[in-house]
């Protein structure tokens, strides 16, 4: 599990996404550039590229598509793996920023 | 609008897909929309000036056209705002939307995935390239009269056009390498 840290950015927000609830690839998107304020879009291909990489390592799975719905939209939901890798490197975030903004407040005296 | 489509003949080689995504987008400001990769380098456009394009490229290996993956991935694209117009074998996939001042929207937003990218095309390359070069080995061992008796008619000949060959994917391959290069840190 540990070797997939650190998590790219991409994969970083298609986690923190689904950690809160299932969504398909266009939803995943929004969501992403919504919760960084413009900053992150992630593009068709990496996105792509990205589901299927989580989806091989078994940090994300198919979710069933709700009734009524398009069918096409494949949805997806992190994993249990999924929950762990995430949690781990909001724990490694935290202390790489823990240390800069400590070096930065020395520094600044 | 026009329904005829219109053929245009250009060579572009793999590596340099972005000019190709140029000359789409280029010809698609005058009114000249891609809608089909022929054989042979050939490409068919539909004429309408009412609307203007932005076209991407993707290459993808691993799905063949009709299969459920493919479908799969041209239903995430089109999710996300790609019409799918065609394809060039079962590798390379062009996608267009409608083109906004101002807006440059790409399909690969981050070093990593396109560093993937590259590395697929190179895949590929190397992969002719090794098949290439043991076709040539049987066919030099098969054919051993031709490098004997008719060594200028047919023997020179062959080995040139190998040699070219494998000129050109080894170029490509260096030239993905280049690209993987200038996106590493």
């Known amino acids: 599990m540990k070797e997939m840290l650190p998590l790219t950015e991409a994969f970083y927000y298609i986690l923190i996404v689904l950690y809160t609830e299932p969504s398909h690839g266009y939803g995943i998107m929004q969501e992403t550039e919504k919760k960084s304020g413009g900053r992150v879009k992630i593009g068709a291909g990496t996105l792509y590229t990205a589901l299927n990489t989580l989806l091989g390592k078994g940090l ?12 096409r939209r494949k949805m997806y939901a992190i994993t249990e793996n999924g929950k762990q890798v995430v949690e781990a490197e909001v724990t490694r975030l935290e202390e790489l920023l823990q240390v800069g903004r400590q070096a930065l407040t020395q520094m600044k005296g | 609008m026009d329904d005829k489509l219109i053929k245009r003949r250009r060579l572009i080689m793999s590596w340099n897909y972005e000019k190709e995504e140029q000359w789409l987008n280029d010809l698609s400001r005058e ?56 394809s060039y074998g079962s590798l390379w996939h062009y996608f267009r939307r409608e083109w906004q001042p101002g807006e440059e929207p790409q399909l690969y937003t981050d070093r990593e995935s396109l560093i993937q990218f ?11 390239l090794l098949a290439n ?53």
């Open chain 2, 118 to 128: 590259y590395k697929r095309l190179q895949r590929v390359m190397g992969i002719m």
């Open chain 2, 133 to 185: 070069l043991v076709l040539m080995l049987t066919n030099m061992i098969n054919l051993r009269s031709f490098f004997t008796d008719r060594l200028w008619a047919v023997g020179v000949p062959l080995i040139v056009l190998y040699l070219c060959l494998f000129a050109v994917l080894g170029y490509g391959l260096w030239r993905m390498q280049k690209k993987v290069k200038g996106l590493k840190l």
């Open chain 1, 60 to 71: 994300i799975d198919h979710y069933p598509v709700p009734e009524g719905t398009d069918q």
């Open chain 2, 31 to 86: 009114g000249l929309h891609f809608k089909k990769a022929g054989k042979f380098s050939s490409s068919f456009f539909a004429r309408d000036e009412s609307v203007r394009y932005t076209y991407r490229l993707d290459y993808q290996t691993g799905q063949a056209r009709g299969s459920a993956k493919f479908q799969e991935y041209v239903d995430l694209y089109q999710g996300a705002g790609w019409e799918y117009v065609s």
